[in-house]
Structure formats: structure tokens, C-alpha cells
């Protein structure tokens, strides 16, 4: 209570969130400094925040032309193949049979010669590949708001991503 509200009148004068203030050598409330970070923290915090954002929205973005412009280049090769009738099936297109490229050297061939399952794949790539860019971000932008401990941290997370991707390559 304060003594506006009829409390003690030795209270301090308080603050919303319960803190006294000091009161002024002429009897007026001082204002405090905000307990928060400055205003150019402030702003590294909203830089580093877009960055990440723009990140992830690129790159979901980027996968989702890839994968439909590799649909629609399918579908358009195999124009009068494909059948508009119930009975047919479409195992042929997703069997293990199917030629997908299944390395980085049969992705790239696959690219460059305008296959639609090269692009499904390379879209399909870029969306996996996404998250972890935007770990290695996470770890520029803690550097750059000098927050070492979280950029270590985040090195730390970084590391292990790339690493399953290693494990998991050679299995």
C-alpha cells in the first residue's frame, strides 16, 4: 500500500511492480531507469530476430517453388503417359524402381538435365537444409549481440546437426 490509498504514511511511495522509489530532494517522485536492455540492445535483439525470420521464411519459401516446379516438370513430360482412368496405378512413379536420384552427383546430373525428380529432391534438400541454416545464424547473431555463452551453445547445437548428417550419410 502507498499513502494514497490511505495506507501508513511512512510507506515508500511504490511502483507497479512493487519496488519503492526514491523520493526527490524537493519532495517529487525522481523517474527510474528502466530495468530492461538499452535501446541499441533493443534493436541488435530485433536485427537478429529478422535475420532468423527471413532465414526460415526464405528457405520454406525457396522449397515449396522447388518442389512444385519439379511436380509440374514430371507431369508435364509425361503428358499423354499418364492415364485418367480409376484402374491405373502409380506405383511406377513411386517405387523403389523409379529413377530418383539417390546422391549428391546423380542430384546435380539430374538438375542439369532438367529432371522434375532432380528439382522435387533439391527443394526437399533446401527445406532440411533450412533449419539447420538457421542455427548457424543463431550462431552469428549471439556473436553479434556479443552474447558469447549462447553462441557457444548454439556451436555446440550446430555441430550435432551437421554431425547426423554425417552418421546418418555413411549408414
Sequence with gaps: ?????????????????????????????????QDGPSVPEDRKVRQAELA???VLRVGVGLAVILVVTGLIVVFARLGGQVPTGHRHS?????SLTTPFPRSVSQLLTSIASGEGQGIIELGLVVL????????????????YEEDIRMALITLFV??????SFVIGGAS
Design 158 to 163: 550446430l555441430i550435432v546437426l551437421l554431425g
Design 90 to 94: 502409380y506405383k511406377a512413379y513411386t
Design 52 to 54: 532468423i525470420s527471413l
Design 128 to 143: 532440411l537444409l533450412t533449419p539447420v541454416l538457421r542455427v548457424a545464424v543463431g550462431v552469428l547473431t549471439f556473436l
Design 1 to 33: 500500500m502507498n499513502q494514497s490509498d490511505g495506507g501508513d504514511a511512512g510507506a515508500p511511495i511504490g511502483r507497479a511492480d512493487g519496488s519503492a522509489r526514491p523520493p526527490a530532494r524537493d519532495g517529487a517522485v525522481e523517474p527510474v531507469a
